[in-house]
């Protein structure tokens, strides 16, 4: 048996799956048998983020809210995690999330902190759920990171929030719309927003800049400059807000973002018929000199010339801007 080819295989095969137990299962459990695991009660009670967002939770939506859990009490929270878990189990959630941040591939400039064995150590984590692929992003820095009603609004119908996302919808965690989460919704939301709350700098986003969107995403034909200015904007408002204001006021930057886009668009390119837009004049001007030779582009750079004229005329202090 020993000689034949699939006796080597048997053997080896049996040989590495009983190392994989020792190592992986024994080994561990051996070396932290001195700590305990924790229970959900006691995850509540030594994490204030978490019951941050219970409580923000209870006001944004107060009668879901009081049917299905009553007050936002450490107790009533402990009982929101265990059912959120639950409740991402049981839809697959793990399928496509994952929640380990690996110490490679610069992970921890994408989601924070690389994943510590000590956090695994509770009750929520059994079976830990690591996961084995990343259709979506990994979440377990999650929390903090988006606010609830974000949660709300994404897990009713994804591509409300993230166009062409390919995550599915969950509209039986509602009763019928985003902002009436039922117990179920409520709970899941209360999960995500524990992931990587248990950390010590939460939120961990503080300087995380996200990539500025495309304007023409939101607001078809806004200007090249206006673009600009929307981006640097929110860039330093990104950096200077701090802690549970910023996810406070998430919504409503967005909102006065938009707002600003319409302005800055307006300042820029003002009525076709006033004056010629001093952006395209004074890009035009250094090319004409170079390229004065050349005929057919002469009669247009002359046309535009006399524009940037006409606005240095029209600006008291000679500049075309
Ligand atoms: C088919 C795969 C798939 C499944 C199943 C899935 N998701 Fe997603 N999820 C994604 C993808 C892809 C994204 C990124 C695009 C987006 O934001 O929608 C995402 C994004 C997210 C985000 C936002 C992350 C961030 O901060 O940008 C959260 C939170 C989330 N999913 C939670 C869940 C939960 C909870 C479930 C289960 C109820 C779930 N997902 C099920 C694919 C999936």
Redesign the pocket.
């Given at each position: 048996m020993f000689e034949s080819k699939s006796g080597i295989l048997l053997v080896g095969g049996l040989g590495f799956f009983a190392f994989a137990f020792l190592s992986n299962a024994l080994v561990p459990a051996l070396l932290y048998r001195h700590m305990p695991e924790q229970t959900t009660a006691q995850l509540v009670a030594s994490n204030s983020n978490l019951m941050y967002q219970f409580e923000n939770l209870s006001q944004r939506y107060p009668e879901s809210f009081a049917a299905h859990f009553g007050s936002p009490t450490p107790e009533n929270c402990a009982e929101a995690l265990e059912l959120g878990r639950r409740v991402?189990t049981g839809?697959?959630?793990w399928?496509?999330?994952s929640q380990f941040i690996r110490p490679v591939s610069r992970e921890a400039d994408r989601w924070g902190p690389v994943s510590k064995t000590y956090e695994y150590q509770n009750e929520l984590q059994r079976p830990v759920m690591f996961g084995t692929r990343r259709?979506?992003?990994d979440?377990s820095r999650?929390g903090g990171?988006?606010s609830n009603d974000w949660?709300a609004v994404?897990?009713f119908k994804?591509t409300l929030?993230?166009a062409d996302?390919?995550?599915?919808a969950?509209p039986w965690l509602f009763h019928g719309s985003p902002d009436k989460p039922n117990k179920r919704g409520l709970a899941?939301i209360t999960y995500?927003q524990w992931l990587g709350s248990w950390l010590e700098s939460y939120p961990l986003y503080e300087a995380y800049a996200p990539l500025p969107i495309p304007r023409s995403k939101i607001l078809p034909g806004a200007s090249r400059a206006g673009d600009q200015n929307v981006a640097t904007e929110s860039d330093s408002s990104e950096e200077t807000s701090t802690g549970g204001a910023a996810k406070e006021s998430e919504a409503k930057e967005s909102e006065a973002k938009e707002s600003e886009a319409k302005e800055s668009e307006a300042k820029v390119s003002p009525p076709e018929s006033s004056t010629p837009k001093s952006s395209e004049t004074t890009a035009s001007e250094p090319k004409s000199s170079a390229t004065g030779s050349n005929a057919t582009e002469s009669s247009a750079t002359e046309a535009k010339e006399s524009a940037a004229t006409k606005t240095a005329k029209d600006q008291p202090d000679g500049s075309s801007k």
């Open positions: 991402y839809e697959g959630c399928h496509c999330h259709v979506g992003p979440l999650e990171r988006r949660h994404h897990f994804p929030l993230s996302s390919p995550m599915p969950y899941l995500v």
